[in-house]
């Protein structure tokens, strides 16, 4: 089974090795529900990444423990941010988020 090296915005020198599928079913939903002009928080994010899985069939089993989604929700919003594919809200609690503009995903 392949996996992605996924960084950590907050921990520039620490990866963490994903499953590449659960990875790109993840990154698929979060950057679809994402806005690009307004601010979405993490748990609104969380709600329909769950809602998006549910849409899609996406079977219960390659999720099964509970918190996994969130856990891959977390691991792959680190991850995006990294990477330049979404940003936080400065100086905003609690964590909101949205696509950066240069994304076209």
Not at 11 to 18: I, M, Y
Request: hydrophobic residues 35%; proline residues 7%.
């Amino acid at each position: 089974m392949t996996s992605i090296s996924a960084r950590n915005v907050n921990h520039p020198d620490h990866r963490e090795n994903l499953k590449a599928d659960k990875y790109h079913i993840i990154r698929e939903a979060m950057l679809g529900a994402l806005p690009l002009d307004d601010w979405m928080s993490f748990s609104t994010l969380e709600e329909r990444v769950r809602a998006c899985l549910e849409e899609k069939d996406v079977p219960k089993s390659l999720f099964p423990k509970p918190g996994s989604v969130r856990w891959y929700c977390k691991a792959v919003q680190l991850d995006l941010e990294a990477r330049g594919e979404i940003e936080r809200q400065p100086k905003q609690s609690p964590l909101r988020l949205r696509r950066c503009r240069g994304d076209r995903a």
